[in-house]
C-alpha cells in the first residue's frame, strides 16, 4: 500500500482547508484509514479514523466537529475536511494504513497502521 498526502498549507484561524490521501497498491475500503498529525516537538496523535464497517468513523475530541472524513471511491482517496483551523492544529497530517484487523483501543494509535504517507504540513496562523 502506498499513500500521497497532499493539501497542506499556511492559513489563518478559522479558515478551511481540505487534505488528500491518494491510495495505490490496494483499494482504500480494504484497510483502515486514518489521520495523525505531529507538532514541533510533540508525539503523533491521533485525528481521526474509520474501519469501513458501517458508522465507524472515530474522531479525536480536539477535533470532533470541525474535521470530518471523506473519501472517493472512483479516486480511491481520502479526504480529511477541516474547518474552523487553530493555531493548535498546526502539525505535520500524516494519512495511515493498515490491513489488518481494526482492534479495540488501538485503531487511534500509531501501532495499528503498518503504512504511512509522507506527511503534509499544515500551518495556521492567528
Known amino acids: 500500500v502506498q499513500l500521497q498526502a497532499s493539501g497542506g498549507g499556511l492559513v489563518q484561524a478559522g479558515d478551511s482547508l481540505t487534505l488528500s490521501c491518494k491510495v495505490s497498491g490496494r483499494t482504500f475500503r480494504d484497510c483502515v484509514m486514518a489521520w495523525f498529525r505531529q507538532a514541533p516537538g510533540k508525539v503523533r496523535e491521533f485525528v481521526v479514523a474509520?474501519?469501513?464497517?458501517?458508522?465507524?468513523?472515530i474522531y479525536a475530541d480536539s477535533v470532533k466537529g470541525r474535521f470530518t472524513m471523506s473519501w472517493s471511491n472512483a479516486e480511491n482517496t481520502v479526504y480529511l475536511q477541516m474547518n474552523s483551523l487553530e493555531p493548535e492544529d498546526t502539525a505535520v497530517y500524516y494519512c495511515?494504513?493498515?490491513?489488518?484487523?481494526?482492534?479495540?483501543?488501538?485503531?487511534?494509535?500509531?501501532?495499528?497502521?503498518?503504512?504511512w504517507g509522507q506527511g503534509t504540513l499544515v500551518t495556521v496562523s492567528s
Open positions: 495511515a494504513a493498515s490491513t489488518s484487523r481494526p482492534r479495540v483501543g488501538v485503531i487511534n494509535t500509531t501501532r495499528q497502521y503498518k503504512y
Open positions: 474509520n474501519n469501513w464497517s458501517g458508522t465507524n468513523t
